[in-house]
């Protein structure tokens, strides 16, 4: 997958980014998941199949996102189906957006509704339903180095008349980006002589957890694989044939080390994120602020609350409508320096309740805080 004419400048693959300076905020996911849509529809174009994507095949120049080389280092492109491309695509989405699932993402409904639509599938949207949805003025920083020139446009995707509302998929409700929370996304909205990663500690935040003021008990280095942490066997067992076989993506941070591991199933996907903190770190205010996040969320057959005897201060959401579609859960858990959040959708309602589609979470965050220890 060759890249532009022009674009020779130094790039930067998305996750290192997204290591050093935090997730993106929502213009910044918007204008990435139309970019790479656009690459992808591209490709197609000339003739080429398929692909599942994932953060390490996306390099960011000063001048926008684009695709990696294929056959590079970061390009390890695996021939997928359509639904399941569009799938790997708003994965990498949620992923730039700092969450495990859309649900957690500090975003417009319409925003997380379309990346869950991407991610659920049956059938899903289709790329071009991706660009017409996502496209939007694109920001003017993306690296360090001041203002630079906005993303090229692409080839064409289609009639597109101006001043013309773009059809939305059936489901997905539209929706402009929601102003971004303060002081998570400052790394990505100040100018460039003030361009940092900024870590706010407040008094007292060591000890805001029950055992935070403890040892860290967990060690980074034995942290190398999260698909391998899970029991996969029970959550393949319910999705079904893989079509983006799980992959584990490895951010080795100075003050942390996060795991992340994405797939993708006939009827269902996964994501789960495994995070360990360095001594001298810690980890308890990104955890307290995205369980504010998943357990803020609503919608129609969401419910979330803690959950004893798992860790400290877990939590959960579940997704259930009762009317046969989409259901899914989500568990998080922190244990002195080791923070683990779970999420697992299927397409159809196989007739579990609520508890039942919680314990599948729970358990495999048990999985992982018993490999670990």
């Not at 080389?69 to 639904?83: C, D, K, L, Y």
């Not at 695509?89 to 992923?95: D, I, N, P």
């Not at 003017?140 to 993303?151: H, N, Q, R, S």
């Given at each position: 997958m060759s890249r532009p004419s022009g674009t020779d400048e130094p790039a930067v693959r998305l996750d290192d980014l997204i290591m050093r300076h935090g997730p993106m905020p929502e213009p910044h996911v918007r204008t990435l998941g139309a970019t790479l849509a656009r690459a992808l529809s591209a490709a197609?174009?000339?003739?080429?199949?398929?692909?599942?994507?994932?953060?390490?095949?996306?390099?960011?120049?000063?001048?926008?996102?684009?695709?990696?080389?294929?056959?590079?280092?970061?390009?390890?492109?695996?021939?997928?189906?359509?639904?399941?491309?569009?799938?790997?695509?708003?994965?990498?989405?949620?992923?730039?957006?700092?969450?495990?699932?859309?649900?957690?993402?500090?975003?417009?409904?319409?925003?997380?509704?379309?990346?869950?639509?991407?991610?659920?599938?049956?059938?899903?949207?289709?790329?071009?339903?991706?660009?017409?949805?996502?496209?939007?003025?694109?920001?003017?920083?993306?690296?360090?180095?001041?203002?630079?020139?906005?993303?090229?446009?692409g080839p064409p995707t289609g009639p597109d008349p101006a001043g013309a509302e773009p059809a939305v998929p059936q489901g997905v409700p539209t929706g402009t980006p929601t102003p971004t929370p303060p002081g998570r996304r400052l790394p990505w909205i100040v100018t460039a002589a003030c361009w940092a990663v900024i870590l706010v500690v407040t008094a007292g935040t060591a000890v805001a957890l029950a055992g935070r003021d403890g040892p860290h008990v967990y060690d980074p280095a034995a942290a190398t694989d999260a698909c391998a942490l899970l029991d996969l066997a029970p959550l393949e067992k319910l999705a079904g044939k893989t079509t983006m076989p799980p992959d584990n993506t490895v951010l080795d941070h100075p003050d942390y080390k996060t795991l992340l591991c994405f797939g993708a199933y006939e009827h269902g996907s996964l994501s789960a994120d495994v995070e360990v903190a360095r001594a001298g770190s810690d980890n308890a205010s990104r955890y307290r602020t995205h369980k504010l996040v998943v357990t803020g969320t609503s919608g129609e057959g969401i419910t979330s609350g803690t959950r004893p005897g798992l860790g400290e201060n877990a939590f959960y959401s579940v997704t259930k409508s009762g009317k046969g579609d989409m259901v899914g859960c989500n568990v998080g858990f922190i244990d002195a320096n080791l923070t683990f959040d779970i999420r697992f959708d299927l397409h159809d309602d196989p007739g579990m309740s609520r508890e039942e589609l919680i314990d599948l979470c729970a358990q495999q965050s048990r999985r992982v805080m018993e490999r670990l220890r």
């Open positions: 197609h174009a000339l003739g080429r199949g398929f692909v599942a994507i994932r953060p390490a095949d996306v390099e960011v120049t000063a001048a926008g996102p684009r695709l990696a080389e294929s056959g590079g280092a970061a390009g390890r492109f695996t021939e997928v189906t359509a639904a399941a491309e569009v799938a790997s695509l708003a994965l990498v989405l949620v992923f730039a957006g700092g969450a495990a699932a859309p649900e957690a993402l500090p975003f417009s409904a319409g925003t997380r509704e379309l990346l869950r639509a991407c991610i659920s599938g049956n059938p899903g949207p289709t790329l071009d339903e991706v660009i017409r949805l996502l496209d939007s003025p694109p920001p003017e920083i993306w690296l360090p180095g001041g203002p630079v020139a906005a993303t090229s446009p």
